[in-house]
Structures are given as structure tokens and as C-alpha cells.
């Protein structure tokens, strides 16, 4: 599977597990609506440059490092059905860093049923301009953001309750 580089999943396809397709050469993925949950370190280390859902995504979970230095992805758009953002071993307080050193991207938009934005979730992502917060988000927790050094303009939800250490460091 060395030379895999597009995936398209059939409909009907429920989970994604974990190590998935790390660190192969995929480009492109398109993602079925079935599809509830992606795994730990799912597309960790790939060339992906655009993930791609359909509108009427089921997606629930992100695991943990799923998108981990994935070097050539610009722009993430999250299904607003995501509502957990899986942390290592799923530890309260713990890391999830779904897209920890994703060296190109510019934008992420989060799903609006997020409540909680764990730890280290975009980190050291140096090309990262723009961030949309849902309008129910009540917490962002420690190193969200750490290292973002193009980071300049974040829009806080009236709902926000409160913001980790060295959240935007």
C-alpha cells in the first residue's frame, strides 16, 4: 500500500480505525456520511491535502493525533455532528492533538456541537490564520493553541466559560 494515494470509502463504512492508513502517501480522502468515528492516528503522517465530508456526515468522534503531522493539509472543515475530540487513552485533562504540527494548515472550522476544545489541539501549527470557534464552545483547555505564530484574529463565542493555560501561547 506504499503507493496509495487517493481513498474514496463506499457508503455504508462505520468506522475508520486506528493507524488506518498512517502514514501513507494519500492525497484526498472523501469520507462517506456513515462514518461515526476516525481513529487514533487514522491519517497521521500522510500528504493529505483535503479531507472531504459529505453534508450529511454522521461523524461523532475524532481520535486521538488522527491528522497528526499531516504536512500538506490547508484546511479543515469539521462536521458540525462531531462532538468529541478523543484525548490519549481517552484520559481527562489529556492531549488530543488532532492536528499536532500540520505544517500548511491555514484554516480550521469547528464543529458547532463541540463543546470542549482539548488540549494541544492545533499544535505548532506555524501557517495557521484562521480559526472558527463554534457558537456553544465553553472551553478551550491548555496549548490549544500553542505556537501558532500566524494566528492573529480568534472570535470568542459569548458561551466560552474558560480558556486553559497557555492556551495561545
Known amino acids: 500500500?506504499?503507493?496509495?494515494?487517493?481513498?474514496?470509502?463506499?457508503?455504508?463504512?462505520?468506522?475508520?480505525?486506528?493507524y488506518a492508513f498512517n502514514n501513507r502517501p494519500i492525497l484526498d480522502i472523501d469520507i462517506p456520511s456513515s462514518v461515526t468515528s476516525i481513529g487514533q492516528y487514522a491519517f497521521a503522517s500522510t500528504k493529505v491535502r483535503s479531507?472531504?465530508?459529505?453534508?450529511?456526515?454522521?461523524?461523532?468522534?475524532?481520535?486521538?493525533?488522527?491528522f497528526n503531522k499531516c504536512s500538506l493539509l490547508?484546511?479543515?472543515?469539521?462536521?458540525?455532528?462531531?462532538t468529541?475530540?478523543?484525548?490519549?487513552?481517552?484520559?481527562?485533562?489529556?492531549?488530543?492533538?488532532?492536528?499536532?504540527?500540520?505544517n500548511?494548515?491555514?484554516?480550521?472550522?469547528?464543529s458547532n456541537s463541540l463543546k470542549v476544545l482539548e488540549a494541544n489541539v492545533c499544535?505548532?501549527?506555524?501557517?495557521?490564520?484562521?480559526?472558527?470557534?463554534?457558537?456553544?464552545?465553553?472551553?478551550?483547555?491548555?496549548?490549544?493553541?500553542?505556537n501558532n505564530v500566524k494566528l492573529r484574529n480568534v472570535n470568542f463565542p459569548e458561551s466560552l466559560q474558560s480558556i486553559g493555560t497557555w492556551a495561545f501561547y
Open 1 to 18: 500500500c506504499y503507493q496509495l494515494s487517493n481513498v474514496k470509502l463506499p457508503e455504508g463504512v462505520k468506522t475508520i480505525g486506528e
Open 51 to 66: 479531507v472531504n465530508f459529505k453534508e450529511d456526515s454522521k461523524l461523532q468522534t475524532i481520535g486521538y493525533r488522527a
Open 74 to 82: 490547508k484546511e479543515f472543515i469539521m462536521p458540525n455532528t462531531v
Open 84 to 102: 468529541k475530540l478523543q484525548t490519549y487513552n481517552n484520559q481527562k485533562d489529556s492531549e488530543c492533538s488532532i492536528f499536532n504540527e500540520c
Open 104 to 110: 500548511n494548515l491555514q484554516k480550521v472550522q469547528f
Open 123 to 146: 499544535y505548532n501549527c506555524p501557517l495557521l490564520t484562521e480559526v472558527i470557534l463554534s457558537q456553544g464552545l465553553q472551553q478551550i483547555n491548555t496549548y490549544a493553541f500553542y
